[in-house]
Every structure is written in C-alpha cells, then in structure tokens.
C-alpha cells in the first residue's frame, strides 16, 4: 500500500502519536493492508452488500414516556463540567 | 460430597442443587469464590477489581428469597456467582474495556443481560479482564496486566474474554458472561478448557455491552459444562426494545434439548478448514471427537465453505471500520480521560493518543483508512460483499447439515510474548471463529481433550467448536451435550482450580 499516509489518516482519527509509533504502526499496517488486499481476488459481480446478518428494518417503539437517567447521572462522568453543561475548550473567538 | 471448601468446584447445575436443600447458602457460595480469588488470582490476574459489599448484599437477599421459600424454578440462578467481563455496565459499579481511556468510568445503568442475570437470582460481581475494547486474542492487549493461563502460567489464556474464560477455569466464580465478536468467547474457552457459547446475532440484547464492531458483537455465557451454558443463555436471550438489532422471536427451553443421543443429525466437516497450520495433537482430538460423535449416532459429511479463505481479510476490514465509528465517542469531553488542548480537536487527538493502546490505535487507524474518501469501494464495500458470499456458503451448507464441527483454535494456548510482536500473526490464530460472526450464526466451544502426548509439550486444553444456523442453539446443545456426557473431559480441573 504505497499510498497510505499514516500521518493522514492518524488526523483523520483525531490520535496523536509519537514518531516511533507512527513507524510502528505504519510498518504494521502495511503489512495487514497488503494481507487484506487478497480481496480483489474474489469476483464480486452483482453481489449485494451485508450490513447485518439479520437486517431488522424501521424498528420503532411507541412513543411513551419512561423511566430515564437523571441529568447529574448521564453526567456523572464527565471529566469537566459546570452549570449542568460540559466543558470544552473555546470554540469561536 | 465434602464441606464448604469444595463448594468452589460445582458447576451452576451442582451449586443450585445445593442452594435448593439449603445444603450451603449463597453469602457461602460467594465467600468460596472469593476464597479462590485470594488463593490464585495474584497469579491468575483474572479480576480487574470487585466489589465485595456489593457483592454480599447481593448474596444476602438470595439467601433471604431462599428462605421465604423462592425456588430456582422461579429464579433459575438465585444465589450463583457470576462474573462479568469489563465490557458491560453494573450500574454504581466500574466499567474500564480494560482501557486507560476509560479508567474511573462508573456505569449509570445495567445491561440488559446484567438485568436479567439479576432477575434471575444470580450475584453478579467482579471486573473481568480482557484485551482493551475487545481487540485482541492474548488478553496481552489489556492496559493492566495479562492473565496467565490456569494450565500453564507462562501461557496466553486466550482473549479477547481471557479473564472470563481463566477465572471459570480456575473455580474463581461458576460462570461469566463475556463478548465475542471474532471468537472472543470460544478461543479462550477453548484455550481454558471449558465452555464457551457465541449465541445467533440478536439473540442476546447488546444494550450496555460497549461497542466494538455492532454488527458483529455478541454477548454469551463461559461455564464448566454444557448444561450451564443452556442455564445462562436461557437467563439472557430474548427480544429486549432497547437494542434494534435483537429479534423479537420467542425464546425456547433450552435445558430441554439435552439428554438423547445424535441419531438422525447431520454433521458437516468443512473441506477448506483441512489446511496446514492445525497443531497435530490439536487435529488427533478433534478427529477423535467426530468418531466419537458418529458413535453417538451422528452422520458426518463434507460440506464446502468455499470462501472461507477470505474470511479473515473480511474480518480485518469491517471489524475496524465499525470500531473505528464506534470509538469515536471517547472524545475526553462525555467521559473517560481527558488531556486538555488548545482547541476541541487538539484535546480529542491528545486523549486518544494518550488514552489508547497500540492495538486500539492500530485498529482505528486501519478503520479510518478503510472508510476514506478514495478506498471505501475498494476495502469497506468489497468486504461487505464477499461478507455476503461467506454467509451464503453457510445458508447452502446448512441445507445439508444440522451442524459443522471444527477444531476452535489452530494451535493450543500459546506463549506469553509469542505473537505480540506480529499483529498479522495473531489476527491468524482466530481463522476457524470469525466467519460465524460474519455470517452471524451460532456457535460454542467445549473441551475435547488435552496436548501433552509428546514430553515437550505441557497438557493444555484443547477445544471443539460447533457452529449451528441461526437461531440453532438448541441443536448445539444437544449435539455438546451429548458429546460432554459421553466423554467427561469437562471433569478434568486445571491446575491452579
């Protein structure tokens, strides 16, 4: 795979690494890129995609108030907060 | 039967017996387990943490219900020990992946098979090590450390379930629930020497199981006998409206397909899976087992999977494109860790980059470039195609046969190190598992026999997958337990049980 660019796609998945990792894992997954590549042997003609092995189509519910997870709950985790809101780094100038 | 102290070496089945004359109580059960924890698990490392309080209050309202006269025919587990893998939530309790991205992340909610366990009267406890975020065939993956395996402790227990798998094998708990979504439950039950059941995709709800790869996950039960695994699956199947992918179907009576023997079953053996690289000790047990089952009545024949060669490219490409999806939430904004940055985007690259290993990166990585502008036809679509292909070889073989057997595993527990340094390698060891996640299928590894034949070879577990259609546990069961049964390798303890 001479085309991939571990630098790029590492931006894309928004993970910093070290210069020895992106050695590493570029080497390594050259390796697994080029094992893959043994796909392009199967003749795949009129083959239609698999999402899911069971493909369950617009699965709805009734749309009936239940029980849920409090606000401080489903924010009990988060690393910083304040005001009830998470916090992140300013966005807009 | 002896005292209390042998209380560690029942099985579900043994234990509830016991429980029901009120021949030892729960808080027992649970303090025998939490005796052999002490006894082994510096060497095991099979436990994450656990939570004792939790765990014996628990305990004492089984005992209770056991009391006012609740019996397992109402709550089918009330009172039994068991364990989770750190991939699903118990509410108050932590919830890791075995991931320094996740470390004090405490779970708001239950699982819905965690729920269910609970309804069903089990105790359930404990934080089970595994490879981070399910990646992995060692446990080598975890950020903690790597639990050995209970035959031979310079050996890999399997993973990416590897504590769920030792800590059963090991008496430390009577059973576990883990995940499997390449052959994480059967390869390291079978490296274990116990029993390992991957259910049908959307038979068992994923609702608080963390999302590796969703169309590929399943959650299944780790017991030392067949009869077990029917018990737990039984507990945790069914439609659940919180998971759209579970099917709304009835669930049947597990327990009662086993008993009888194999007269009138078809069992394929897949032509393709006679390649090199299967260990001979590994291949005289498993042509041994299909004797073995032909005795009990079983008609064995041939059937072809002809793309089964293609099965782990598939694999090593849509496992990582959902992951790479899936793992996008750990942002270090909602949860988890968080290393500050100037910007949104530097404080998501500075806490992946801390927070994940190298298999985690490495897979997301190999995700992302799968899904990118430019080779998303030609990696992430083809995959998805020949995934088509791969199913349609099981629906044609299982017009013909009832079940297919192999050996789990190519090789039996390998050495701690051994492959860490070749992902690829690795990734090759899961051959005979994952194109029954890809086709979404069934399947269940059980002991059938042991290495050590040779002087320089330790004795080590070797295992028997089944692989049944969709929605076929019941005959997986039959034909295991019929095979359990005729053989007794399900009695052999490790050594550290």
Redesign the interface.
């Known amino acids: 795979m001479s085309d ?1 660019n ?1 630098q790029y ?10 210069p020895e ?1 992106e050695r ?2 570029g080497a ?2 050259g ?3 080029g ?8 003749d ?1 003609t009129g ?8 493909p ?1 189509v617009n ?1 709805t ?1 009734p749309d009936e108030p239940a029980e849920s ?1 409090s606000h401080e ?2 924010m ?5 907060k304040a005001g009830g809101l ?1 916090m ?4 807009v100038e | 039967m002896a005292g209390v102290s042998m209380l560690r070496q029942l099985n579900i089945s043994g234990l509830t017996e016991r429980l029901a004359r009120r021949e030892c109580s729960a808080r027992e059960s649970l303090q025998a387990c939490f005796d052999q924890i002490a006894q082994v698990d510096g060497t095991l490392k099979a436990f994450l943490s656990y939570d004792v309080a939790n765990a014996e209050a628990q305990a004492d309202e089984a005992d209770r219900l056991l009391a006012s006269g609740v019996t397992h025919r109402e709550k089918p587990l009330l009172g039994v020990p068991i364990a989770l893998k750190d991939v699903l939530c118990h509410r108050g309790q932590p919830c890791g992946c075995a991931s320094k991205i996740l470390q004090g992340f405490v779970s708001p909610y239950d699982a819905t098979v965690v729920t269910r366990l609970k309804e069903a009267g089990a105790v359930v406890f404990g934080r089970l090590n595994m490879d981070e975020f399910a990646m992995g065939s060692s446990t080598e993956n975890s950020s903690a450390w790597t639990t050995v395996n209970p035959w031979d402790p310079t050996r890999i227990p399997g993973g990416s379930s590897g504590g769920c798998a030792a800590s059963v094998a090991a008496n430390e708990c009577f059973g576990s629930l883990g995940s499997d979504t390449g052959g994480s439950i059967r390869q390291p039950a079978a490296l274990c020497g116990i029993v390992g059941l991957k259910p049908t995709y959307g038979l068992v709800s994923r609702f608080g199981l963390v999302a590796f790869a969703s169309s590929l996950d399943q959650i299944g039960p780790f017991t030392k006998s067949v009869g077990d695994s029917a018990t737990l699956l039984q507990a945790i199947a069914g439609h659940d409206p919180r998971d759209s992918t579970s099917v709304p179907q009835p669930v049947p009576d597990y327990r009662k397909a086993l008993g009888g023997d194999l007269r009138g079953l078809r069992i394929g053996l897949v032509r393709e899976f006679n390649v090199g690289g299967v260990d001979p000790e590994v291949d005289t047990a498993v042509r041994a087992a299909v004797r073995q089952l032909e005795s009990l009545g079983a008609e064995t024949v041939e059937v072809s999977l002809p793309h089964s060669d293609y099965a782990a490219a598939t694999y090593y490409i849509i496992a990582p494109a959902e992951a790479s999806a899936n793992l996008a939430r750990f942002d270090g904004i909602r949860y988890g860790l968080r290393v500050e940055g100037r910007d949104p985007a530097e404080l998501n690259s500075r806490t992946r980059g801390a927070g994940f290993g190298p298999e985690v990166k490495r897979r997301i990585i190999l995700g992302t470039y799968v899904l990118s502008s430019g080779y998303y036809d030609a990696f992430y679509l083809r995959a998805q195609k020949v995934r088509t292909l791969i199913r349609n070889d099981f629906l044609k073989a299982f017009e013909s046969v009832d079940a297919i057997v192999s050996p789990t595993t190519p090789t039996p527990a390998f050495r701690i190190g051994e492959k860490t340094e070749d992902p690829l390698q690795m990734y090759l060891s899961d051959i005979f598992t994952i194109s029954c996640n890809l086709a979404g299928n069934c399947g269940i590894s059980i002991p059938c026999g042991f290495t050590g034949a040779r002087s320089d070879v330790p004795r080590l577990p070797i295992g028997l997958q089944i692989l049944g259609k969709p929605f076929g546990e019941e005959t997986l069961f039959r034909i295991a337990h019929a095979y359990e049964q005729s053989t007794g390798w399900h009695r052999e303890h490790a050594p550290m049980a």
């Open positions: 991939f571990i796609v590492a931006k894309l998945a928004r993970i910093d690494l070290a990792e590493r894992l390594q997954l390796n697994i890129l094992y893959v590549a043994k796909l392009k042997e199967v795949v083959v239609e995609p698999t999402a899911h092995p069971f369950l699965v519910r997870l709950e489903a009990r985790n988060a690393p910083s998470f992140v780094p300013k966005i």
